[in-house]
């Protein structure tokens, strides 16, 4: 721990105060916000410099000190049992049974020697130690009684915790009901929900698409999708799950290791990492080889934990009002690098967002070469009081987009630059405006801003909007040939302008103009997400697509009514309103109209029947047809196409070859799994369906 400076109990009380402030708000922007400001270590730091003053000055301990208390994830702290689950978009809170403690941590291995030693003196000799990862996510507590699943807790602040068990069910390797035998009837086991790296780049590069904030690591993208308010979204975010805890009355085990033996033993998600060391030699030997290992695993870890194994001496030591006595964390310190600030570019996104980005010399980290990184906004490079010429330090924003998290201010010479945050785009020169609550400057320009039109253009004809074959090569050369200067004009280029372009001949322009022409049939919800308004990405875009059903209907409903579709709140309804009070955005959607685009949804994309309303519905397998059809034709027809099973799934639809885990999963669950010609019969035309539904033959 740090040792704390001489200071009288005068500073000493207020350097408390101070640091209680300092982190009771970093641990709401780590914990409820997902938006870490400052670096864990630094956080662990301020905690450990909290801890040095009140040992030192007892008398100076609040009982509300953040040293007592676990920090809270809750957004609606104090609203226990008075809301029922689902009723809005807080969660339901429910009290713990135990309290959900947090660990002690070190970022030095001496501390865990003395950790050995103190639990020796306690508890005597005779014990081992289970030696796990430290699984980088966020904490969840599951209660299963007879066999099933009931609730899903966040850890909260500890006492009281969010009900989250919609969208656990839907985290694919939690299992909804055990196998095996031997459960007690009744019991809790906790463990961390994380994202793992795959999962995590796609889910930020689909951000950065849609322009939304990409989260600044897995961590965050666990906790932040754990607590979305849309269950079908969870499934799609990818996460997993660890276990690593389990409490109950009178539990037949003897130690910890058997107790997760036997979890696992019943399906559910348990570490095969554990090991068994004897001695603080084991111990670090098991530090150092995953020190260097954990770089190869797909998830992020940020350290080490040690437990005694012996259930009895857990016992012996017990707990203090936040920490168990019987295990401590070893925390990696993230992988940073020192480098220095060439210069910085300030970049305009399509939406005319302007973004800081630093050019660094280029410097290795965990296995690249960093050569920028971004600043995110002004505020943020203000609080790094950031100049041209610094040596910063560079870590991996959870390993895609490197962020600068510190100034070494002692290898400032003097001779460094105070950046300048443009008054006007550095593209066309239109002064920046930043509106009131948002972090971010943009170019107000944007009917005349070349690379906000040059990216609208991109972003137009994607592969998820109206899918053109062309990229950024074709679109500059559009533009600065002045033949396209706006989505529409895409729809008004002949053949001989397109010979214009450099190296274009006759077969490129046929093929670009028959893939303009094949856009014409794009459905109205990938027309409405290419036409790019701030905040709506592909699902929002579809959600307002079924629900409007056209574009007439959109444009002139109310705030009111734009948020009464699911997940749209004011922040995306204000922006929605705000994209059609533009002259030229309207201008822009009825060029689109006359060019032929679809604005409004099919009569078979509107609704082919009601037959599966409400149904949640999982695919699997090879069909006759696309798998893209099929999920068309569950949504004509009402229902939603899910990607996990869970106890809501209405039946599983299997085509040829359908995976080997969902069938289990759908055995285990009771749900039905139907055939792709039963299907086709199930949602047929009134006339050529059986007659009455217990005459289709599902079969388990
Ligand atoms: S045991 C009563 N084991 O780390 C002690 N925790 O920083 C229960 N964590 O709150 C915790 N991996 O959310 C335990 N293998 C592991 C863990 C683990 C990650 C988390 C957990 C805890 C936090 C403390």
Known sequence: MTAPAPMTKEQASRRATELRKLIEENSRLYYVENSPQISDYDFDMLMNELTAIENEYPELVTPDSPTMKVGSDLRNPGSTGDKGPGTDKEFAQYPHKYPMLSLGNTYDISEVEDFVRRA??????????????????????????????????????????????????????????????????????????????????????????????????????????????????????????????????????????????????????????????????????????????????PFATDGIVIKVNELDFQKALGYTSKFPKWAVAYKFKAEQALTEVLSIDYQVGRTGAVTPVANLEPVQLAGTVVKRATLHNLDQMRLLDIRIGDHVYVEKGGEIIPKITGVELSMRSGSEVFPVFPDKCPDCGTPLVRDEGEARFFCPNISGCPTQIKGKILHFISRKAMNVLAGDATVDQLYDLGLAKSPADLYDLKKEDLLRLEGWKDRSAERFLRSLAASREVTFDHVLFALGIRYVGESTARELAMHFKNIDALMTASRDALMQVEDIGDVIADSILDFFSSAANLSQVERLRKAGLQFSMQAEEKSASDILNGKSIVISGVFSISRDEIKKLITANGGKNSSSISGKTAFLLAGEKPGPEKMQKAADLGIRIIAENEFMEMIAPSEERPSSPEQLTLFD
């Open 120 to 297: 020796e003196r306690t508890a005597g000799k005779g014990f081992t130690f289970s030696c796990e990862l430290k699984f980088d996510g966020t904490a969840i507590c599951l209660t299963y009684i007879g066999g099933k699943l009931v609730r899903a807790l966040t850890r909260g602040d500890g006492v009281i915790g969010d009900d989250v068990t919609e969208n656990v069910r839907r985290i694919s390797n939690i299992p909804g009901h055990l196998k095996g035998s031997g459960w007690p009837e009744e019991f809790e086991i906790r463990g961390e929900i994380y994202m793992p790296y795959a999962a995590f780049d796609r889910l930020n590069e689909e951000r950065v698409q849609d322009e939304d904030p990409p989260f600044a690591n897995p961590r965050n993208a666990a906790s932040g999708s754990l607590k979305l308010t849309n269950p079908d979204e969870v499934a799609h975010r990818g996460l997993e799950c660890t276990l690593y805890h389990i409490l109950g009355e009178n539990l037949p085990f003897r130690t910890h290791a058997e107790a997760l033996d036997a979890a696992a033993s019943w399906g559910l998600p348990v570490s095969d990492k554990r090991r068994i060391c004897r001695d603080i030699k084991e111990i670090e030997e098991y530090i150092s080889y995953w020190d260097t290992e954990r770089k190869f695993l």
